[in-house]
């Protein structure tokens, strides 16, 4: 006799745990922040922990794990616990680790992709490190075709963000800006030296944007050998930590704060005497950082010039009504995309209760006909449908009997065979002299 399927096991969901410049501090984010040899042993202990599949997202406005699993639960405290691990003893700051499931770990992928959770809405960095990010997490097999769907269509959001809508001018219009009053004061950019603090999303896009213009000599300063060195290797840059940052000021023309740390590391006694080493040639700081990395008295000094963001903003007369305007736009885009993706996902998980039922069914069809022996068709056809309202009709009983359901499973038998509508046949035509069920 054919029996129904056996209980699935619990559905995967997606789960986002982590720490962002929105809930930590710079120096915490610092302490989590994994480097990518450590990744695959990270792996390792997530797949061990309750995830089936994850990614790493470690840059300096983030920290985070996304993943899928079977037990939200448990895998939300292992990620914790993992990441709090890292702080080497550290107190943890208080509201820095935030956990998302189901839609809201969705929606959340979507947005970051989309440089919506940057720290510079709609700066471009972000979506190339997602990339590498996604990169790695495949080629060290802690991809699988769920958390590999859900990043191609976060990158499709973005796409489509940029595409769409005005979100990109922001940033640009800001780098314009800043390559304007940098050009203003030293001209050919060739001969320039840049200091780049941090570095942070912002930073590195400024960064990118004045080499389009010729800028050559890079120095990245980090708080560490090994996070000065990563970013430094991108621009084929010499690296400083910030115990060398004194000297670095020396040399530089340009330095552009984007570390974000929460104190101003470049303070106007450091300026002072860097300017008296260097014999008063001018110095240009571009202190994109939040908060700024740069003590605001440096303006008193001579033959220094400091621009904040406001400063960018005022010079590049950007419309913040329309930039908001735009951001809106922008998340209306990643909701529809949101929307498209996880109705994707429940029709595939209804087909899968579709093919069970129609697996089922068959067995219940190939077990009658093995007893059927002489039996004519029509005893074969009741015994079928006996059968296999058999389970249905006991559900209905019981559900009558306590009424816990409160009516749901009568509600949803209606709905599931269309009890209310025409008969229809297999082909989908009303059979020849049938109109409504009779009663």
């Not at 120095?219 to 050998?225: C, D, I, N, R, S």
């Not at 996070?227 to 552009?256: C, K, M, N, P, Q």
């Not at 736009?329 to 996880?342: G, I, K, S, Y």
Request: net charge negative; with cysteine; charged share 25%.
């Amino acid at each position: 006799m054919g029996h129904p399927p056996k209980h699935r096991a619990a559905p995967s969901d997606f789960l986002v745990v982590g720490a962002s410049h929105k809930t930590s501090s710079t120096e915490f984010r610092d302490r989590l922040f994994v480097e990518f040899a450590d990744e695959v042993e990270l792996f390792a202990t997530l797949r061990a922990n309750g995830f089936e599949q994850a990614m790493v997202v470690s840059t300096c406005d983030r920290v985070e794990i996304c993943g899928v699993t079977r037990h939200a639960r448990d895998a939300a405290i292992a990620a914790r616990s993992l990441l709090g691990s890292r702080l080497g003893g550290t107190h943890v700051e208080q509201g820095a680790f935030y956990v998302l499931q189901g839609r809201d770990a969705v929606r959340h992928v979507f947005a970051v992709a989309s440089s919506l959770e940057s720290a510079i809405i709609g700066e471009a960095e972000i979506l190339g490190q997602f990339k590498d990010a996604h990169l790695r997490a495949r080629l060290a097999g802690a991809l699988g075709s769920e958390l590999d769907g859900l990043l191609q269509k976060a990158f499709s959001a973005a796409k489509d963000v940029r595409t769409n809508t005005a979100i990109a001018e922001g940033p640009l219009s800001l780098a314009n800006a800043a390559l304007q009053a940098v050009r203003g004061l030293f001209g050919d950019l060739e001969k320039v030296t840049a200091l780049l603090l941090g570095p942070g999303e912002m930073g590195v896009l400024m960064l990118e944007h004045f080499r389009r213009y010729g800028l050559r000599h890079i120095v990245v300063a980090g708080p560490t050998p090994e996070r000065a060195g990563s970013a430094a290797h991108a621009f084929d840059a010499h690296a400083v930590t910030y115990d060398s940052l004194a000297s670095a000021l020396e040399r530089a023309d340009l330095v552009i704060g984007a570390a974000g740390t929460g104190h101003e590391i470049v303070t106007a006694e450091m300026m002072r005497k860097a300017i008296r080493a260097r014999r008063r040639k001018p110095v240009f700081i571009l202190d994109v950082a939040v908060p700024a990395d740069a003590d605001r008295a440096i303006t008193e000094l001579d033959d220094v010039f400091l621009y904040d963001l406001d400063d960018l903003e005022l010079v590049s007369r950007s419309n913040l009504a329309a930039r908001d305007a735009a951001a809106k736009q922008a998340w209306d885009v990643v909701e529809r995309h949101v929307d498209a993706f996880l109705g994707a996902n429940a029709e595939r998980d209804a087909g899968q209760e579709v093919s069970d039922l129609r697996a089922y069914f068959e067995q219940v069809r190939i077990d009658i006909l093995a007893e059927s022996g002489d039996m004519d068709v029509a005893e074969v056809t009741r015994r079928l449908v006996n059968r296999l309202l058999h389970a249905p009709s006991e559900a209905l009983r019981a559900d009558a009997r306590t009424g816990v359901g409160d009516e749901a499973i009568a509600n949803a038998v209606r709905r599931l065979f269309a009890l209310d509508e025409e008969i229809q046949s297999g082909d989908g035509e009303p059979p020849q002299g049938s109109n409504k069920h009779e009663s």
